[in-house]
């Protein structure tokens, strides 16, 4: 029996190390935008998109003379597993299966939008197709593949490529398993380092306790317990929503895309955020 298995940690890199990370990212969501937008071409021509046909088109962007920083400031790997995820957005778009699920759940009617092709043609973004990423968005990541031959493992270090080094990490577990490949996050201005390890079993894991009680979840009480305990729900948006909703008032008062406003953007990320791990917690 084989278990996947995911550990994340925060990364602490270093000034340098962050130029070279922000770099790396950076070209990662440009490759993503720029096949995008390819990838929408080739939907108006009803042609095929898989992850072969993306990937094979990463060197025409590479030979075009002015996205040179592909090839000092790029990482060829994580481009690659990049385009792999947009051809899995594809995938996941052209599911029926998907479409049906969708249908089940009513969402209000938002105001369509449109992508204008290179002959000045228009086609409306349909619900589920990939979206074009922002920097404004705060949330980037790459994958590498192959850890043993680019990365490893050193205490509470991990060494990347292109550069970058060993770079500390709160190593806050153990990592049990091989480590399979690691990816690099970046959300609301702080970095995060996972690892996907595979490890094998002889058998089945059992649990060594040898009682157990009924767990059900609700909205006014988040667990009852079969033995008459609960648990009440800690609201974290509620707790958060008045501050949230001010900051939210003075962005509105900015000029977009302006300093101020990218300041107080990164404000409200790091307030979401907040409020994503109390919940996930």
Same mark, same amino acid.
């Given at each position: 029996m084989k278990i996947n298995k995911a550990y994340k940690f925060r990364l602490e890199p270093n000034a340098e190390q962050q130029i070279i990370l922000n770099n790396l990212v950076g070209s990662a969501?440009?490759?993503?935008?720029?096949?995008?937008?390819?990838?929408?071409?080739?939907?108006?021509?009803?042609?095929?998109?898989?992850?072969?046909?993306?990937?094979?088109?990463?060197?025409?962007?590479?030979?075009?003379?002015?996205?040179?920083?592909?090839?000092?400031?790029?990482?060829?790997?994580?481009l690659q597993q990049k385009v792999r995820d947009l051809a899995s957005a594809w995938s996941r778009f052209f599911d029926p299966k998907v479409h049906a699920r969708l249908k089940e759940n009513k969402k209000k009617f938002r105001k369509?939008?449109?992508?204008?092709?290179?002959?000045?043609?228009?086609?409306?973004?349909?619900?589920?197709?990939?979206?074009?990423?922002?920097?404004?968005?705060?949330?980037? &990541?790459?994958?590498?593949?192959?850890?043993?031959?680019?990365? +490893?493992?050193?205490?509470?270090?991990? @060494? $990347?490529? %292109?550069?970058?080094?060993?770079?500390?990490?709160?190593?806050?577990?153990?990592?049990?398993?091989?480590?399979?490949?690691?990816?690099?996050s970046k959300k609301s201005g702080h970095w995060y380092v996972s690892f996907g390890t595979e490890r094998a079993l002889?058998?089945?894991?059992?649990?060594?306790?040898?009682?157990a009680i009924g767990i059900d979840l609700g909205i006014t009480k988040l667990i009852t317990t079969s033995d008459g305990q609960y648990i009440k729900p800690k609201n974290s948006f509620k707790a958060n929503q008045i501050k949230l909703a001010k900051l939210?008032?003075?962005? &509105?008062?900015?000029?977009?895309?302006?300093?101020?406003?990218? +300041?107080?953007?990164?404000?409200?990320? @790091? $307030?979401? %955020?907040h409020i994503a791990n109390i919940r996930h917690d």
């Open positions: 969501r440009f490759v993503w935008n720029q096949m995008l937008a390819i990838s929408f071409e080739m939907f108006a021509k009803n042609e095929f998109i898989n992850a072969t046909n993306l990937v094979n088109k990463i060197m025409v962007l590479k030979n075009n003379p002015d996205f040179d920083f592909l090839r000092t400031y790029a990482n060829a790997v994580s369509p939008k449109f992508f204008k092709l290179s002959d000045g043609t228009e086609i409306q973004l349909r619900q589920l197709m990939p979206r074009f990423k922002r920097k404004s968005d705060g949330c980037d &990541s790459i994958r590498l593949v192959q850890f043993d031959k680019y990365c +490893r493992v050193e205490g509470n270090r991990v @060494k $990347l490529p %292109n550069g970058v080094g060993f770079v500390k990490f709160k190593k806050s577990q153990d990592i049990i398993g091989t480590i399979k490949n690691v990816t690099i002889s058998e089945n894991p059992t649990h060594p306790s040898k009682s939210q008032r003075q962005l &509105s008062k900015k000029v977009k895309f302006s300093e101020n406003w990218k +300041r107080q953007n990164r404000k409200i990320q @790091k $307030l979401h %955020n």
